[in-house]
C-alpha cells in the first residue's frame, strides 16, 4: 500500500487554469494506477480522471473531457491534475487516490489523500 499527499489548490477566477500535484509515497510507487476524484458541497464524491501505471492509459470524466489532463512522472512519483477553463461548478475538494488497477471506480482505490480545495468564483 501507498500514501499520497495532494496540493496546488486555491482560489480562482472563472476561466483560470490550476495544476494539482499528488506525491504518491511507498514502496514501488510507480506500478499503481492513479486517479482524481472530487467532492462538492453537499455532493457525493465522483470521478475526475486516472491514469495507469506508465501513463499509457487514461479516463475522463465527461464533465472535465477536453479541459482537464491527468498525467504522471514516475521518476517523481508524482501525479498531475492540469486544470484549464475553470468553472464554477469545478468547486470541490480534490483527492487523489492509488489502487492497483486502472478503473473510475471509487470503491476500488485503497489510498486516498486528504484532498486539496479548489474554488471557483464566478
Known amino acids: 500500500q501507498v500514501q499520497v499527499v495532494e496540493s496546488g489548490g486555491g482560489l480562482v477566477r472563472t476561466g483560470d487554469s490550476l495544476r494539482l500535484s499528488c506525491v504518491v509515497f511507498?514502496?514501488?510507487?510507480?506500478?499503481?494506477?492513479m486517479a482524481w476524484f472530487r467532492q462538492g458541497s453537499g455532493n457525493e464524491r465522483e470521478f475526475v480522471a486516472a491514469?495507469?501505471?506508465?501513463?499509457?492509459?487514461?479516463y475522463y470524466a465527461d464533465s472535465v473531457k477536453g479541459r482537464f489532463t491527468i498525467s504522471r512522472d514516475n521518476a517523481k512519483n508524482t501525479v498531475y491534475l492540469q486544470m484549464n477553463s475553470l468553472k464554477p461548478e469545478d468547486t470541490a475538494v480534490y483527492y487523489c487516490?492509488?489502487?492497483?488497477?486502472?478503473?473510475?471506480?471509487?470503491?476500488?482505490?485503497?489510498?486516498w489523500g486528504q484532498g486539496t480545495q479548489v474554488t471557483v468564483s464566478s
Open positions: 487516490a492509488a489502487a492497483e488497477v486502472l478503473v473510475t471506480t471509487a470503491s476500488a482505490y485503497t489510498s
Open positions: 511507498g514502496r514501488t510507487p510507480d506500478t499503481y494506477a
Open positions: 491514469i495507469n501505471w506508465n501513463g499509457g492509459s487514461t
